[in-house]
């Protein structure tokens, strides 16, 4: 009989290992941490953008590291993956051959871009690397910092040559002129001055590098570019002006604005101005803003030539192919949009930039086509993932504001969505159709927590405005408002459905009865905040993670507290349980995921992979895969052996699991709803039923 099984399951396995190997090289899969099977969204773009010396290829600062596209056909190229916190510069060196990236973590790394072999990592600032530039002769690497210097490095000894500290405020931006001789920087709060600096002579004091201070913006100076003849220098700032300065003068030679006299008119951004960049052939200067668009301007006749709009959020980074013909803008919005220069029409857009995630829930039961996960963060739409093929299937769009929270009713048929003000509605979708169905309106302020109860009967919500409140899942009607006292960050159902826990900004946990809607208990013990509460599956435990860095676990029939669970070196955002209520797995703002051992509540293990803090976490139905989302911009999927009842594959009830149990399986391949053969209760009878029944054959 084991050789049976052990036949059974080669074949099968063999199946799927084939069918897995045609997206093997996938970027989903791309350096995953340990644990994990996949990466879902490529994190948020976090730094500027830039085209390699060719054109021939895009880097795109991330939370997760440095993307490289091709430029042509806006495919994946590599991921760059070494600094320990978001990347928040890249720099081309001229000849191509080196990629510099720069870290909110104070480091710089030297890449080569064709191979994405890590050739040098260059320390000495104690705060994040705000921007880098190569020399013209690809020797000197310059970086400005949030600490206020700028530090020289020579790249080709991979040493350090001096740093220069007359800025005031962080130096926000470096750019050498054409001809290699000279930089200029920016500087940001507290300053608001550009300086000019000779590099001729290195072993010079500082104050004979100085050549001259730029002063005129009113606020911090975001990004500074030579013309290409080097006669000019164009300054973008907070002030929300474009300035071009003559550098045999250092005057300021002119000011584009959107502002005249005080009144907003259109000749110019509205809001703060984030990058600036010349054109190749220095006819047209690009400005990006706040304001959401990018300008083109002739810069000797000084008028504007074309407003660029599309992006739906701050254009933060823009740069010119070296051939002139495209422009290329990052967005917080998440997208990279690729513009035609000579027309001034939208070319393309590069897509799978998310913005960080808030909210993560699975799908109840699986689908034919896939286990379902759906995400909702900072950038007001719902994603919904496939988990089986790591590919996003669709987007919701309705959301006002950033989403916290979202959640499926018992039977999957709904998703339940919530978020922050404008938008303070409940927000249902019909999972088939994926239209919105009739919104709940509901609290005076933003909704940070969703939960059907188990029975789909009761839909609760808690928000900031200090109540829970209680609605019919059919009809939307508002059944009961339970005052909590204070913001409310969590709410969770029981798994009887009779009982709600609540927690929130006044450090305890409430019971609620749900039909009555008075309170029966609140439990003590946290000294900070709770983010986050949880039922055991058999509703013996309640646990609660909180900003004390505790998970502190509940005896439910008592009301008394039980173990801590200490480990967490800041807050605790998320709880989950695994299906056999053995294992709790919580996500914290420490960056990491942490498995505990309920019965003897040992620490089990770590997961480590998210650059960023953790926000959320959700288990899928059969605890084989743990969703984190982080404020990075992505999810990550972690495998663990899936959850099987005991005796689930003794189909026919006989007592014992074998070959009978098979037939039933397979005579009923490929039906659906409920189904003695749908052995793992994903709601279709197919190769994992199979799959899980010979895997427990009994070996007498």
């Known amino acids: 009989m084991k050789r049976t099984r052990f036949l059974i399951l080669t074949m099968f396995f063999s199946l799927i290992l084939f069918q897995a190997n045609a997206s093997a090289q996938d970027y989903t899969q791309w350096h995953l941490p340990d644990g994990a099977k996949a990466r879902l969204g490529k994190g948020t773009i976090t730094g500027n953008i830039q085209y390699a010396p060719d054109s021939s290829l895009i880097a795109v600062a991330s939370s997760i590291g440095v993307w490289l596209y091709n430029a042509e056909t806006h495919e994946e190229v590599?991921?760059?993956?070494?600094?320990?916190?978001?990347?928040?510069?890249?720099?081309?060196?001229?000849?191509?051959?080196?990629l510099a990236s720069g870290?909110?973590?104070?480091?710089?790394?030297?890449w080569n871009p064709h191979t994405g072999e890590l050739t040098a990592s260059p320390?000495?600032?104690?705060?994040?690397?705000?921007?880098?530039a190569f020399s013209l002769q690809n020797d000197i690497l310059v970086s400005g910092s949030a600490d206020r210097t700028i530090r020289l490095w020579n790249v080709e000894t991979d040493s350090y040559i001096t740093t220069l500290s007359r800025h005031t405020g962080p130096v926000t931006s470096v750019a050498f002129s054409p001809d290699g001789e000279t930089f200029a920087s920016g500087s940001g709060h507290g300053d608001y001055t550009i300086r000019l600096w000779n590099i001729n002579d290195l072993w010079n004091v500082q104050d004979q590098l100085h050549l001259g201070a730029l002063i005129g913006h009113r606020l911090g100076v975001t990004s500074v570019a030579f013309s290409p003849d080097g006669e000019t220098l164009a300054s973008g700032s907070w002030d929300t002006t474009v300035r071009l300065w003559d550098l045999q003068t250092l005057e300021n030679e002119?000011?584009?604005?959107?502002?005249?006299?005080?009144?907003?008119?259109?000749?110019g951004h509205t809001r703060g101005v984030t990058s600036v960049a010349f054109s190749p052939d220095g006819r047209t200067l690009a400005s990006a803003s706040e304001d959401k668009t990018i300008r083109l301007w002739d810069p000797d006749m000084r008028y504007t030539k074309a407003t660029l709009t599309g992006h739906s959020a701050s254009v933060t980074s823009i740069a010119f192919s070296s051939?002139?013909?495209?422009?290329?803008?990052?967005?917080d919005d998440q997208s990279i949009q690729l513009w035609d220069y000579a027309t001034f029409e939208h070319k393309s857009t590069i897509t799978g930039h998310i913005s960080p995630i808030n909210a993560l829930a699975f799908a109840p039961d699986g689908r034919p086509d896939g286990q379902i996960l759906a995400s909702g963060g900072d950038g007001m739409a719902i994603r919904l993932w496939d988990t089986d093929t790591e590919q996003l299937q669709n987007t919701l769009i309705g959301h006002e504001g950033r989403i916290f929270s979202a959640a499926f009713s018992p039977d999957g048929g709904t998703l339940a969505s919530g978020g922050a003000k404008p938008d303070t509605a409940i927000r249902l979708w019909d999972v088939h159709t994926l239209q919105p169905k009739t919104p709940i309106i509901s609290h005076k302020h933003g909704i940070e927590s969703i939960m059907f109860s188990p029975d789909g009967k009761t839909i609760a919500s808690g928000s900031w405005d200090s109540t829970v409140r209680l609605w019919d899942a059919d009809t939307g009607e508002h059944k009961a408002t339970l005052k909590a006292g204070a913001s409310v960050f969590s709410v969770a159902f029981s798994p009887d459905s009779r009982t709600l826990a609540s927690d929130g900004q006044n450090n305890t946990v409430g019971l609620w009865d749900v039909e009555s809607g008075e309170r029966q208990a609140v439990l003590i013990g946290h000294s900070r905040p709770v983010d986050s509460v949880a039922f055991s599956p058999d509703g013996g435990t309640l646990a609660s993670g909180s900003r004390d860095k505790t998970i502190r676990l509940w005896n439910t029939q008592t009301e008394q507290p039980g173990r801590i669970l200490t480990g967490h070196t800041n807050r605790v955002k998320s709880i989950v349980f695994f299906p056999d209520g053995k294992t709790l797995a919580s996500g914290s703002w420490d960056n990491t995921i942490r498995l505990w051992d309920l019965q003897t509540g040992q620490h089990q293990d770590t997961l480590v992979g998210h650059t960023t803090f953790i926000n959320t976490l959700a288990l899928s139905p059969d605890g084989s895969t743990l969703a984190s989302g982080s404020e990075d911009g992505t999810i990550l999927l972690w495998e663990f052996p899936p959850?099987?009842?005991e005796r689930v594959a003794d189909v026919n009830g006989?007592?014992?699991?074998?070959?009978?149990?098979l037939v039933i399986v397979a005579s009923n391949f490929g039906q659906t709803g409920q189904n003695p053969a749908d052995v793992n209760g994903d709601s279709v009878v197919n190769i994992q039923d199979l799959v899980l029944v010979a895997s427990q054959f009994d070996d007498n």
């Not at 320390?123 to 921007?131: A, F, K, L, P």
């Open 78 to 98: 590599n991921l760059l993956i070494g600094h320990t916190e978001a990347v928040s510069a890249v720099a081309f060196s001229p000849d191509g051959q080196m």
């Open 103 to 110: 870290s909110y973590d104070g480091t710089i790394q030297l």
């Open 123 to 132: 320390e000495g600032h104690n705060r994040g690397i705000t921007s880098l």
């Open 254 to 267: 002119a000011t584009f604005t959107g502002y005249m006299d005080g009144v907003v008119s259109d000749t």
């Open 323 to 331: 051939d002139g013909q495209t422009l290329v803008s990052a967005s």
């Open 643 to 645: 959850f099987v009842p």
């Open 654 to 661: 006989d007592g014992v699991v074998n070959i009978q149990d």
